[in-house]
């Protein structure tokens, strides 16, 4: 099936939820002190260990440090900027900090894109991720319709160890 403009994009389970924030370290601590979600694993993403990197249809380094944690079946990630233009920066300016956006794992990240483009949306942001280059991820404008934006993720065979965790494992 050939998908057109206007087409819904068939989404069958969200897997992930993401925050922006301003301080990735006092939000971690929020999040396990009050609702005691986590641990969380923390990790920087930039080149090179993400590649391809694009922003608003063109080719653009930036930085972010990133929080991983599970609430049951769902991933919950927290980012935080570190160097920018990215879509992270656009929101803060926009909203401040809050919900993002809501991802779904695809097996795919190149078929995708093209299906979510053929469907009409605009891809706002993406970039290459793992070890290996095998991952990768996609930001697209559904705001408007859906109050929030769509990121598809794929998972990566292989990802760099995280820096840190929180709280911090003994040892």
């Known amino acids: 099936m050939t998908a057109h403009v206007g087409d819904p994009y068939p989404i069958t389970k969200i897997n992930q939820v993401a925050m922006v924030v301003r301080d990735l370290d006092a939000a971690v601590r929020d999040y396990w002190d009050r609702l005691k979600i986590g641990p969380w694993a923390i990790m920087t993403f930039e080149p090179p260990h993400v590649r391809d990197m694009t922003y608003k249809g063109a080719r653009q380094d930036y930085r972010m440090r990133i929080a991983f ?99 911090p494992t003994p040892g």
């Open 69 to 167: 944690a599970m609430c049951g079946d769902l991933q919950l990630e927290l980012i935080q900027s570190l160097d920018g233009p990215n879509i992270y920066e656009d929101f803060l300016a926009e909203h401040g900090e809050g919900m993002h956006h809501v991802g779904v794992f695809v097996p795919d990240i190149g078929v995708a894109i093209a299906d979510m483009e053929a469907r009409g949306y605009t891809m706002t942001q993406s970039g290459r991720t793992g070890i290996h280059g095998d991952g990768g991820f996609a930001y697209f404008d559904t705001d408007g319709p859906l109050a929030t934006t769509l990121e598809l993720i794929q998972l990566p065979s292989e990802r760099k160890p995280p820096e840190a965790f929180y709280p």
